[in-house]
C-alpha cells in the first residue's frame, strides 16, 4: 500500500518507517526541510516537503500523492523529562497533536485515504484504589495536548464514521538507544539512578512500559487489522 507518515523521524516514527517497508509497502514521509527528505530518500523512503501544522500545504501534497493510508506520529516532547521542561514543551505538543491532526484528517478525507492510524497515548491512570484495569480512566489532565489531539480525532470520527481510522495507544516507551528520554540508558534512567523521580505514596505503584519496537510493529499491523480493540498480551 501506498503509506505518508507525519512523524516519520520521531522516535515512533524511524522504527515504522522499517517496518512498513520490511512488509512491502510505497513509503512517503511528510518533513519539513530539504536535508531532511534527502536523508529519507536514501533510504528509499519519499520525502514530502510540507509542515503540518500549514493547512494549504499539507491540502496540496496529500491529494498529489493519494495515499491508501495516513500514520500520524506527530508530537513534540522535550529531550528531558522533567517537569519544567514538559511543561514548557506542552504548549507546542498540544498545537501540533490538535492543528497537525485537523489539517491531516482534513487532507485525508479530501483524498479518500481509506485508513487513517493516529498516535495516541496516556502516561497515567487517574488515581483509584488498587491496580489499574482496561476500565480505569486516563490522567488526561496530566498530558493535555494528547487529550486535545485525542477529542480532535474523536470528534471526527464521530461525523464521519470511518471504520478505518484507528488510534495506536502506546503508553511510556522505551529503547535501548540512549538518546531517547524515556530509554534505558536516557533521561528518565539517569534520573532514577541519581534518586530523582519520587516515591508516590508507600512505593507501590506500576510503571508499564512498552519497546519503541513493540510500537512500531503494532501500528505496521494496524494498517491491515480489523476493525476493533486489540491489547498486548
Not at 526541510?33 to 523512503?45: I, N, R, W, Y
Not at 521542561?85 to 485537523?102: F, I, L, T, Y
Not at 497515548?121 to 498530558?143: N, R, V
Request: aromatic letters at 8%.
Amino acid at each position: 500500500m501506498k503509506v505518508l507518515t507525519a512523524g516519520a523521524t520521531g522516535a515512533i516514527g524511524k522504527p515504522l518507517l522499517r517496518y512498513l517497508q520490511d512488509a512491502g509497502h510505497e513509503l512517503f514521509a511528510l518533513v519539513r526541510s530539504p536535508k531532511a527528505a534527502s536523508e529519507l530518500q536514501a533510504k528509499s523512503v519519499h520525502g514530502v516537503l510540507a509542515d503540518a501544522l500549514d493547512a494549504a500545504s499539507v491540502s496540496e501534497v496529500v491529494p498529489h500523492i493519494k495515499p491508501e493510508v495516513i500514520v500520524n506520529e506527530l508530537t513534540s516532547l522535550p529531550k528531558h523529562y522533567t517537569p519544567e521542561e514538559m511543561k514548557v514543551s506542552a504548549v507546542r505538543d498540544k498545537e501540533v497533536r490538535v492543528k497537525g491532526n485537523a489539517n491531516l484528517l482534513a487532507a485525508a478525507r479530501a483524498a479518500n485515504c481509506r485508513r487513517y492510524i493516529l498516535q495516541s497515548s496516556a502516561f497515567w491512570y487517574a488515581p483509584g484504589p488498587g491496580p489499574a484495569d482496561e476500565t480505569a480512566s486516563f490522567a488526561f489532565e496530566a498530558s493535555p495536548g494528547i487529550a486535545a489531539g485525542c477529542r480532535t480525532y474523536a470528534d471526527w470520527k464521530r461525523r464521519h464514521r470511518n471504520p478505518g481510522y484507528k488510534r495506536c495507544c502506546y503508553g511510556m516507551d522505551f529503547s535501548t538507544d540512549p538518546e531517547r528520554g524515556s530509554a534505558e540508558r536516557g533521561d528518565v534512567g539517569e534520573q532514577v539512578r541519581q534518586r530523582n523521580v519520587p516515591v508516590i505514596g508507600k512505593g507501590e505503584g506500576i510503571w508499564n512500559w512498552v519497546h519503541i519496537d513493540d510500537a512500531a510493529a503494532a501500528t505496521c499491523s494496524a494498517l491491515t487489522a480489523d476493525p476493533g480493540v486489540y491489547k498486548r498480551g
